[in-house]
Structure formats: C-alpha cells, structure tokens
C-alpha cells in the first residue's frame, strides 16, 4: 500500500447531495489534514487532527464535516456544498515529534466537481 | 497575516540550471519546505531549511536567509521530468500544536529541450 490514500479520485455531485470523501494513511503518523487546492491559489488548510483529536479548524464552512475515528482513518463529509466548493481536496498525514523534519505526506487526492 | 511569495511561471531548459526564488512575510519561523507537484499528483516533499544556509540533496538545493525573508530551491542539471510545479511553505509557529503550513501559490516550471 502507497503512504497517503484517497478514494474516490473524482467525484461530480449536485448542490443538495451529500457525499464523504475518505483518506487512509499507512505510516503510523500521529497527524492527519485536510487541504483545499484551488487554481491560482495556495493550498488552503481546512482542519488537523493529532491522535484523532481536531486542533484545527481554519473557518471552515459547516458544510463541510470531518471526522477522524482512528489514527489512520480521516474523512470529509460533503453536504449541500456550492459550485465554488470545486476544487482538489488533499489529504496528508505527518509525524508530529521534535525529532524530525514533520514533513507532511500528502495523498493524491479527490477531484471534486459540483453541479 | 501570512503571505508567501513565488513566481508563478518559470522555462527553463534541459540540462540548465534554475533557482525559484520565495520570499515570506509570517507571524512566526519555524521551517521552511520545498514540495513538488507533478499535474494531477500530490505534492512530495523536497527538501527543509531551518536554519540559515544551504542544504544540498542530489540535484536539488535549497537556501534559507531567516533575516531577509527568503528562500530560493535550485534545480541543476534540469531533466524534462523536472517540470512540475513547485511549492514553497512555512511553518509559522513551533511547540505543541504547531502543525500549520502556509503554502505559497506555487511556481509551474516548465522544462524545454
């Protein structure tokens, strides 16, 4: 299994549907994000879990809820979202310790289209 | 506020040398990261400055000025699988708690041959 996994690579859906889109790390990290990536802008964060407790949570709209059950598992449910909401959805883990770099692993994620 | 600055397009050819230049203005330092991202890949980690300097790694090299605000990436002997985009990010704040990035926008680095 690769690092950071992401399913489903695509996903198209309407303004009233509601959908989640699941990430699963393999690298034992202890942190797990979320990220919007839009064209011509940075990547924005959206939420940090570590050891599955949120610590972040950057002004995220309520239409968009994380959930994170375990320290692998970390999913983004979708619901009556806007057109503006299209974007490329990252998810990436990381190491949290003062003894390494922290590099954050990203997985390569959802495609994300809404009608 | 945060506020990352890079090119946003570079060409550069084959076998050349390119540096891609980022400045950074950040409540905070503590670290600064190169990634790399492949169109429709994730961003994989190049390479991290901490301290003020130099860090080589292979092809690639990454400098740190913490007093100007600045960080290049060099990329020698350009191969056409170097094109990519390339993105720089600080982390802002240290301790516990301390896992947010701010991303620049990126630089799109298009190798010719």
């Known amino acids: 299994e690769t690092g950071v996994t992401q399913t489903p690579r695509h996903l198209v859906m309407g303004m009233t549907n509601k959908k989640s889109l699941k990430c699963e790390q393999h690298l034992g990290h202890n942190a797990m994000y979320w990220y919007k990536q839009s064209a ?4 924005e964060l959206m939420f940090v879990y570590n ?22 598992h970390l999913f983004l449910h979708l619901h009556t979202l ?34 | 506020g945060q506020n990352i600055d890079q090119p946003t397009e570079m060409t550069a050819t084959e076998g050349a040398i390119v540096q891609i230049n980022c400045t950074y203005q950040t409540s905070g330092f503590n670290g ?5 991202q492949h169109a429709g890949e994730a961003p994989t980690f190049l390479s991290y400055n901490v301290l003020d300097g130099l860090e080589e790694k292979g092809r690639f090299s990454s400098f740190l000025s913490r007093s100007k605000g600045y960080s290049y990436l060099l990329l020698k002997e350009l191969q056409m699988k170097d094109s990519a985009s390339y993105l720089c990010a600080v982390r802002p704040n240290s301790g516990a708690g301390s896992y947010q990035l701010t991303f620049g926008k990126g630089t799109k680095l298009s190798v010719i041959p």
């Open chain 1, 82 to 115: 806007q057109p503006e909401d299209s974007a490329l959805y990252l998810c990436a883990s990381s190491q949290e310790s003062s003894l390494n770099y922290n590099e954050q692993f990203f997985g390569p994620g959802t495609r994300l289209t809404v009608l």
């Open chain 1, 51 to 72: 050891f599955k407790e949120q610590t972040e949570n950057n002004s995220v709209p309520s239409r968009f809820s994380p959930e994170c059950p375990n320290s692998s």
């Open chain 2, 32 to 36: 600064l990261f190169w990634y790399q």
């Open chain 1, 40 to 43: 011509k802008k940075p990547l």
